[in-house]
């Protein structure tokens, strides 16, 4: 299992925008199930996103991410209004994440259980929400309430199988 980061470009809150929000994490899902990766669990931030990924070969990691990175870039470009996609223009092309994504292979329970609390509670340490719970675009539904989320996440560690 990993814990991903990756942010856009000048950190510019692009996922305040719901429909944008929505796409990405359409988009993650998508991407995700073609590389066989489970996601346990997700939040993103009107920045940047972090999600704890299962991987069957992590050596697939990067492959899927930059799956991911590269067609939610296509998408964004359509949903956002021109004077948003004149802060991701570099070079006369439209690049909506940082070149790189962080990375951190899950080799306990306990960095388990820290990666997900710091997750879920991303949003209320940024005032996004009071509770973890409450926040929309993330898994904490899931973990804590037992209710679906926007993307289906797999706490049976399926990967694994």
């Known amino acids: 299992m990993a814990f991903i980061t990756t942010t856009v470009h000048n950190w510019i809150p ?9 796409s990405v994490l359409a988009q993650l899902k998508e991407s995700f199930d073609h590389f066989q990766v489970s996601i346990v669990a997700y939040v993103i931030m009107p920045s940047h996103l972090h999600v704890l990924a299962g991987f069957k070969d992590i050596s697939m990691m990067s492959k899927a991410m930059q799956s991911f990175k590269l067609l939610s870039s296509k998408k964004l470009r359509l949903l956002i209004s021109s004077d948003i996609k004149c ?12 070149d790189r994504f962080d990375d951190v292979i899950i080799w306990s329970e306990k960095q388990f259980k820290i ?3 710091y997750i879920h509670n991303n949003p209320v340490k940024a005032g996004l929400a009071e509770s973890a ?3 929309v675009y ?3 539904k899931n973990w804590l309430g ?4 926007i993307i289906p996440i797999d706490k049976n560690w399926t990967w694994q199988r």
């Open 14 to 22: 692009i996922f305040e925008d719901k429909k944008c929000a929505l």
């Open 146 to 149: 037992n209710e679906e989320g």
């Open 138 to 140: 993330s898994s904490a």
């Open 87 to 98: 802060n991701f223009m570099f070079g006369g092309h439209f690049r909506l994440w940082q």
């Open 133 to 135: 719970a409450d926040f």
């Open 115 to 117: 990666k997900i609390d």
